[in-house]
């Protein structure tokens, strides 16, 4: 079965220093990796994913994840944070061996201090 | 652009109850998916339709029901609403059927079961 996790509820950080938000995941086969991001009375966005390729991606807001497959992470990051980021950050995993599913984390909130 | 547009926003019901919530995309997505959002458990997957005519259960479909009405409209019903029914209520869509594609997500539906 796949699963992953979020091992922090919440993460703070100064507005301008570099944000990690964290995330391990456990599949069969080779994963597919996804990061959405939601702001109050929203639903989720897309952000960013991860299928094959460059283990370093890039989307959408200046926010980038990196695949670690010997650490099965796949942690979010950006080199400065701003204020507006400050939202809840979900990661989640399908394992690209047949499942249609997608499992969710349970989510992190990242709060970005002026 | 609409995206995805879930109806109603808001509900309150007492226990006993019936009721659909209504989904609708406009990008003409193959799959289509509710889930339901508790804090701290992040997004459960109740019921989910790789393509129109098709529908499967979720993690947690029990005292729910679907119906993929064409591409467009995907409804959940609750036959009879309890208290644990109470949440809220995300409709998404993806292109194709194999879940690798990133989701888009409406702004949910805030059901209270009193």
């Known amino acids: 079965a796949q699963s992953v996790a979020q091992p922090e509820d919440q993460v703070n950080v100064a507005e301008g220093n570099p944000l990690t938000v964290k995330c391990t995941y456990s599949?069969?086969?080779?994963?597919?990796l996804f990061w959405y991001v939601q702001y109050p009375n929203r639903g989720l966005q897309f952000l960013l994913k991860y299928i094959t390729g460059d283990n370093l991606v890039k989307g959408s807001y200046g926010f980038e994840a990196e695949f670690n497959k010997s650490q099965t992470s796949f942690h979010l990051k950006k080199p400065s944070a701003l204020v507006s980021d400050s939202a809840l950050y979900f990661c989640a995993v399908r394992d690209g061996g047949g499942y249609q599913k997608v499992t969710f984390g349970t989510g992190t909130k990242l709060q970005v201090i002026p | 652009n609409a995206g995805v547009t879930q109806t109603p926003k808001f509900q309150v019901l007492k226990t006993g109850q019936s009721m659909t919530l209504q989904c609708a995309q406009d990008m003409n997505h193959n799959s289509m998916y509710w889930y339901r959002q508790d804090p701290g458990m992040g997004l459960r997957l109740i019921y989910y339709s790789a393509s129109e005519g098709t529908t499967d259960k979720g993690e947690v479909p029990n005292g729910y029901n679907v119906s993929r009405l064409n591409k467009r409209e995907f409804s959940l019903r609750l036959e009879s609403a309890a208290p644990s029914q109470t949440s809220v209520y995300f409709c998404?869509?993806?292109?194709?059927?194999?879940?690798?594609?990133?989701?888009?997500f409406g702004d949910g539906t805030r059901l209270s079961i009193l």
């Open positions: 599949v069969s086969g080779n994963p597919y």
């Open positions: 998404a869509s993806s292109q194709g059927s194999m879940g690798n594609q990133p989701q888009h």
